[in-house]
């Protein structure tokens, strides 16, 4: 069982990025997934969470109408692409498994929005 | 608002509780409280979820509860390598709200 986050890097603000997710080892399409970011010296932000069919999406209040959570059951990946990147949002991104248990976390990816 | 002892220290073969809370009121099962063990430069592993339930990889000494309102974790028989951060999670109506972490020292 295994999660794999790419995508991310260095971008200026106002810009945008999309984060994948691929997971091998177990049956996507039958779990919920979120995406939960983490700044550094900071602990973990839940960000965005998605159902097994892609039927319904929760989003942190600060995130809304700028990132979005989708996947690709065929291709056993999760995105989030996001929109109008802030400096805030400099953080690891980390998908993980399961709506409501979290058990399996991908090893995260760095994003960094500066100027 | 979820909040959490900032830090605790305790002593190889003690007991320790960790507590969360909420801002909204006292923390129920309807929460779904889960807890989590980060290192650093890892990534966070996932204990307790669902107020008591271990995951198969989580050793016996590691116990979730609710106690007085609050989610709570307890390590008893604590190790060395026990040390680390700890952080709890609450689910509210869709969103899920992360506590703000427990630095945990074994001394």
């Known amino acids: 069982v295994q999660l794999v986050e790419s995508g991310g890097g260095v971008v200026q603000p106002g810009r945008s990025l999309r984060l994948s997710c691929v997971a091998s080892?177990?049956?996507?399409?039958?779990?919920?997934m979120h995406w939960v970011r983490q700044a550094p010296g900071k602990g973990p932000e839940w960000v965005a969470v998605i159902r097994h069919n892609g039927s319904n999406k929760h989003y942190r209040d600060s995130v809304k109408g700028r990132f979005t959570i989708s996947r690709d059951n065929s291709k056993n990946t999760l995105y989030l692409q996001m929109d109008r990147l802030r400096v805030e949002d400099t953080a690891i991104y980390y998908c993980a498994r399961d709506p409501d248990t979290f058990d399996v976390w991908g090893q995260g990816t760095m994003v960094t929005v500066s100027s | 608002v979820v909040t959490q002892e900032p830090s605790l220290t305790v002593s190889p073969g003690g007991t320790v509780t960790l507590t969360c809370s909420s801002s909204?009121?006292?923390?129920?099962?309807?929460?779904?409280p889960n807890w989590f063990q980060q290192k650093p430069g890892h990534a966070p592993r996932a204990l307790i979820h669902?107020?008591?339930n271990r995951h198969s990889w989580t050793p016996a000494r590691f116990s979730g509860s609710l106690l007085g309102g609050k989610a709570a974790l307890t390590l008893s028989g604590v190790q060395p390598e026990d040390e680390a951060e700890y952080f709890c999670?609450?689910?509210?109506?869709?969103?899920?709200?992360f506590g703000g972490g427990t630095k945990l020292t074994v001394l």
């Open positions: 080892g177990f049956n996507f399409e039958t779990y919920g």
């Open positions: 999670l609450l689910y509210y109506h869709g969103a899920w709200v």
């Open positions: 669902t107020t008591i």
């Open positions: 909204t009121g006292a923390v129920t099962s309807g929460y779904y």
